[in-house]
């Protein structure tokens, strides 16, 4: 009987030992929260106790390099990405030495590699990218080997699915190296596993987010991500991750009014935490609309800001406010530091610096049919057109094509024969011409036909989005047309 005793004794000591290296006791579980909820300077005074409290607690580890994550995400500038690449490797040293018996001790080590990837990946340094990728790559199926009851696990498998099976054409090599050939359905369906499974759980939250990213930017289906947001009953306006997901998936399901008064209600809580693309996101969705005020939050972006990105984007649409409210000296302005000012790290300010350096002027007209249509304001940018029908028969080429592309987007939502006429009238004007309306219309096309269930079409549309050649938005319309083709032949 003493023996007995001794042995459980001995067993409920070692399961403690095991798990006391990863205690998600009450204090982490709030600091997970708060991390998620951006409140970065209460989730560290959290870390602090626990490191007192619980010393052999390495959670605090992996909680310190999340929160260097998400700072670097949101506040987008050199100094933090720097900050970050200093301190991975201290964090992963100390989560290195916890017990190797528990499931957390690889998954967060392959979590702190994926996170790595990704900020290495966005500012350019391809090559520390590749590594940690692969190391996060080999962590979470080492650990899915292990323990494949850990649903956690597939939070990280379902998101290297997704970004494997995305890799542009010029970087197939890469893909190559892994073992898996990545499958958006299967990614999708991974990431909807640990969400099921991390409902009342710590990770919900977390587990939101990466779905409807993942919905939002791999799925064709642009209400998915809406439907399921609201399906969740989460309180997003006490996020601010959740908040712009929901506000950017509005957007994208044509409820640009919803988007705005999403934004704005965050807004108007000054305790919360507050993202800078907020403001540059407002400012777009109430340009849409052609409201009067959008060049304030515009304003905004620019002044609170001290990254580099979207700043050629941001004067681009100032330029299109004072346009289309005749104010044109301070269009030219506007114009002048499109050209000078920011970079061209991002699709929105490659084509922000493309756009203004055409020797053809912008045509008032198609330019609000462009902003009503990108708003979900169909009927009003359908006769705004039909009104000012002149503009097809235009001297001015790149005028006539835009008009008919214009249409087809349109009828995209309206009349779908209707736009597959234009869309192919487009293909055979402008599949020659440097703009990007060609490229985008036969990926609509292979849209529309993979909608219809008609595969053999999708394919030929999706290979010729591919093959016709567009210095604008290249990059985003090559990785939907690749992730296109995947959908199809998987």
Known sequence: ??????????????????????????????????????????ALKNIELEKKVNPDNKLVYYFENYINF????????????????????????????????????????????FQSAILSYKFKDFFLASYHFYKAYKLIYSNFEKYPEFYQNYKLIGS???????VPVNYKWFADFFIIDGSINSGIKELEYFYLQSKKTIFNTESIIFLSFAYQNFLQNNKRAYIFLKQTDKDYINNPILCFLYAKACAEADKNNEAVNTIENYLKNNELPIINFFYYFLGTTKLNRLDNDADIYLKKYLSKYNGKNFIKASYQKMAWYYLINNNYVKYNDCINKVKKLGSINTEADKQAYLEVNQSVAINEVLLKARLLFDGGYFLKAENLLLENSKIQHSSIIKDKIEYSY???????????????????LVIANGSEMPYYFAKNSALQLALIYESELDFGKADFYFNKCLNIKSNEYKKSIQFKAKAGLNRINK
């Open 1 to 42: 009987m003493y023996r007995k005793l001794l042995i459980i004794l001995a067993c409920l000591f070692i399961h403690s030992s095991i798990f006391a290296n990863f205690d998600f006791n009450k204090n982490c579980n709030n600091t997970f929260r708060l991390i998620l909820n951006l409140q970065f300077n209460d």
């Open 70 to 113: 998400l700072k670097t995400l949101t506040f987008d500038t050199e100094d933090d990405y720097f900050a970050y690449k200093n301190k991975v490797d201290y964090n992963l040293n100390k989560l290195k030495q916890a017990n190797n018996k528990s499931p957390y001790f690889i998954y967060t080590q392959a979590d702190i590699h």
């Open 406 to 424: 214009r249409l087809a987007r349109i009828y995209h939502k309206l009349n779908m024969e209707e736009a597959k006429k234009y869309y192919q």
């Open 160 to 166: 290297l699915n997704l970004l494997i099976s995305s």
